[in-house]
């Protein structure tokens, strides 16, 4: 079972970088594949980004990809979301959450931490 924390959210003005950090205190963390979505009121979570279990191969959503890097520490049991060049459209509460299968298909992924808020003002 995973539970997840995560950190690091705040206010940035654009073209800032941040890094969200996500804690699992759960077991077995490499087993799962970990991922990064974010919402904004009155709209649909959002996938960002999806790391396997190993780390060895990663997915990104089109809005982020080049500027959002995910990593994985397993001995730490801790994923990573480095987001370079902020956009006020980033602007959201971002959620870390996991899978057990390591397709990284945005749907298979749940078990949902509280998430953090990211403000990019312009």
């Known amino acids: 079972q995973v539970q997840l924390e995560e950190s690091g959210g705040g206010l940035v003005q654009a073209g800032d970088s941040l890094r969200l950090s996500c804690a699992d205190s759960?077991?077995?963390?490499?087993?799962?594949?970990m991922g990064w979505f974010r919402q904004t009121p009155g709209k649909e979570r959002e996938f960002v980004a999806a790391?396997?279990?190993?780390?060895?191969?990663?997915n990104y959503g089109d809005s982020v990809q080049g500027r959002f890097t995910i990593s994985r520490d397993n001995a730490k049991a801790m994923v990573y979301l480095q987001m370079n060049s902020l956009k006020p459209e980033d602007t959201a509460v971002y959620y870390c959450?996991?899978?057990?299968?390591?397709?990284?298909?945005?749907?298979?992924?749940?078990?949902w931490g509280q998430g953090t808020q990211v403000t990019v003002s312009a």
């Open positions: 759960g077991r077995a963390f490499s087993a799962y594949a």
């Open positions: 790391i396997t279990g190993s780390g060895g191969r990663t």
């Open positions: 959450a996991a899978s057990r299968f390591q397709g990284l298909e945005p749907k298979t992924f749940g078990a």
